[in-house]
Structures are given as structure tokens and as C-alpha cells.
T-cell receptor, first 115, second 111 residues
């Protein structure tokens, strides 16, 4: 299957700082990438759809100014959690879909802990 | 929008037994149904998927069945092994939309 690389796998930061998470499709081009958030023992919650070369589409209730998404190329999307607070602590997962293919492949996730 | 219900939420089996996880969906326009396995601290891994024009698909010990009329699909794992222990998510997708996930099933296979 296609490979999606996500970094870092784990990050600890102080409250008020910003954290950037990278998501790369290694062996295919992805015009669309997705960012999810997952709480312990819960399902995946879609945060936003990242479109290459255009603005991301955010799900209802997700603060676009707090969760900045940039999809600068067909293989890279980044999620920046700005002014992080303890309530932002969570497992963040990206995914990518090869163009015109329903199959969705996930990165390995990033565990964010805000102190 | 689409709603996916998944049962059971937890499933415990003995090694070698079979495990079955069931999902129902609400949107009759959904036409693609993947299953993901998620191990602790990792991202979901696509293990098998089925399209709406197929009733059953098998890959070694894993099989998925789809009943479009009843709008339900199931994951079957035979000869379970301890390494099958994980959380399994079903999902439904229709064109021009996003994947809708079930709430997950924690499968525990005891040696």
C-alpha cells in the first residue's frame, strides 16, 4: 500500500508555544490530505481537509486560527497548532488519498502533550 | 450525513477462534467500505476494503461481506492470533465526500 509519513511521532511543548506537524506522501501525489484528531479510546474525528494550492476546509467547531493547515505541494501538508494549551493535547493523525482513488492511507500519528 | 454504527465495542476471543465485527451505514449512496486496524500509539492501517458492486472479499484470514440491501457489512477474522489484538474501525465512503468511521471495536485475542 501507499506510504504516508508523519513527523514528529511525539512532541511535548509548553503552554502558549506553537507546534508544527508534517505529513508526507512518500510514493504518490496527494491533491487532498486530511487531518484527524483522536482522543483515548475514541474514534477518529475529522478536523479539516487540506487541498493542495488552496485553503483548507475545516469541520464545524474546529478553530481555523488555532489549527493552521498548509498544503504547499502534492506530497506535503503541515498542521500547526498555534498557542497550544493543555486541552489541545491529543493524538493527531494525517491521511492522504492517491488522486482519483478512494483508498485512504494514514500516517503513524503524532502524540501532542501540552504542559 | 452518513452515520456508521459498529458492534461490538469490545470483543474477546481465544487464539484460534473466529472474530466477527459488524457495521451498519445509513447513506445508500455510500459505495466503498474499508476496514482499518489500529495498534496502540499508531495510525490506522488499511487491512481490507470492499466496493458496493461486490458482495464478499477475502484476503488470507480476513474477509469482508457486504449486504447493500440491508446496508450492513462485516469483518471476519479466522484463526485469530495474539497479534490480531488491536482496535478495528469500519468506515463508509461515497463520492465527493469524506470517510465516516464507526466508533471502533477493541479486539483482544488471548493465547
Amino acid at each position: 500500500g501507499a506510504v504516508v509519513s508523519q513527523h514528529p511521532s511525539r512532541v511535548i511543548c509548553k503552554s502558549g508555544t506553537s507546534v508544527k506537524i508534517e505529513c508526507r506522501s512518500l510514493d504518490f501525489q496527494a491533491t487532498t490530505m486530511f487531518w484527524y484528531r483522536q482522543f483515548p479510546k475514541k474514534s477518529l474525528m475529522l478536523m479539516a481537509t487540506s487541498n493542495e494550492g488552496s485553503k483548507a476546509t475545516y469541520e464545524q467547531g474546529v478553530e481555523k486560527d488555532k489549527f493552521l493547515i498548509n498544503h504547499a505541494s502534492l506530497t506535503l501538508s503541515t498542521l500547526t497548532v498555534t498557542s497550544a494549551h493543555p486541552e489541545d493535547s491529543s493524538f493527531y493523525i494525517c491521511s492522504a488519498r492517491p488522486a482519483a482513488n478512494e483508498k485512504l492511507f494514514f500516517g503513524s500519528g503524532t502524540q501532542l502533550s501540552v504542559l | 450525513g452518513e452515520n456508521v454504527e459498529q458492534h461490538p465495542s469490545t470483543l474477546s476471543v481465544q487464539e484460534g477462534d473466529s472474530a466477527v465485527i459488524k457495521c451498519t451505514y445509513s447513506d445508500s449512496a455510500s459505495n466503498y467500505f474499508p476496514w482499518y486496524k489500529q495498534e496502540l500509539g499508531k495510525g490506522p492501517q488499511l487491512i481490507i476494503d470492499i466496493r458496493s458492486n461486490v458482495g464478499e472479499k477475502k484476503d488470507q484470514r480476513i474477509a469482508v461481506t457486504l449486504n447493500k440491501t440491508a446496508k450492513h457489512f462485516s469483518l471476519h477474522i479466522t484463526e485469530t492470533q495474539p497479534e490480531d489484538s488491536a482496535v478495528y474501525f469500519c468506515a463508509a465512503f461515497r463520492s465527493r465526500s469524506t470517510l465516516t468511521f464507526g466508533k471502533g471495536t477493541m479486539l483482544l485475542v488471548s493465547p
